[in-house]
């Protein structure tokens, strides 16, 4: 019997129950895209240990590629820049951490 005439029954799944199976398991997987989101203040801590550990808060994608897209939303807000908005408050907060106000 050729590979292609092989019968169901010869207790070797056929392409489509592998496929399922592959389909079924697909499920089960953590999609990447599923992040626990952070708050301000969880951020702002982190950006305190980074200015702690490295003497300033100049973070690189090469450094920490989350905290850098943070501090770049951040200064953009500050500058009234894109989309998002920023409070007094916290660009007070965001001060303590910099170098400088820019």
Known sequence: MEFWQRQANDGL???????????????????????TRKSFEERLEELKAFKTKHGHVRVTAKHDKILHSFCAKMRSARRGAGIMTITEDRIKALAITEDRIK
């Not at 997987?29 to 992040?35: F, L």
Request: charge should be negative; charged fraction near 40%.
């Open 13 to 35: 799944p056929n392409d489509n129950e592998v496929n399922e199976q592959e389909n079924n398991d697909k499920h089960l997987e953590v999609p990447r895209t599923c992040r």
